[in-house]
């Protein structure tokens, strides 16, 4: 949004809002600018991806969590697929 008063299209960016509840959403907001009635102005969207954004730091954490495990296991451990082929094997053990 930091290019609208110089007549520039924004990328869109997410964008932290807050709702009038004192609640916090994400939002993916993108700005173009038009003339209406000869005066400047944008025309700006935002579409809410709090869920995508949750589900996302979610999984990170999930996917961290899990490789502290991995890598800090007392024992050897590796990872399969259905046939039994290496996907992952703790650094020392290989």
Known sequence: MKNIGK??????MEIQL???D???IWTLTASVPIVLDGKETAIIV???IT???TAKDLLE????K???YFDHAP???QSLDEHGHFLDVKPGLA
């Open 51 to 53: 869920a995508e954004k």
């Open 46 to 48: 935002g579409q809410d």
């Open 75 to 77: 024992v050897g451990y």
């Open 61 to 64: 954490q999930s996917e961290e």
């Open 18 to 20: 807050l709702r009038p």
């Open 7 to 12: 007549g520039c299209k924004n990328e869109p």
């Open 66 to 68: 899990y490789r502290l």
């Open 22 to 24: 004192g609640g916090r």
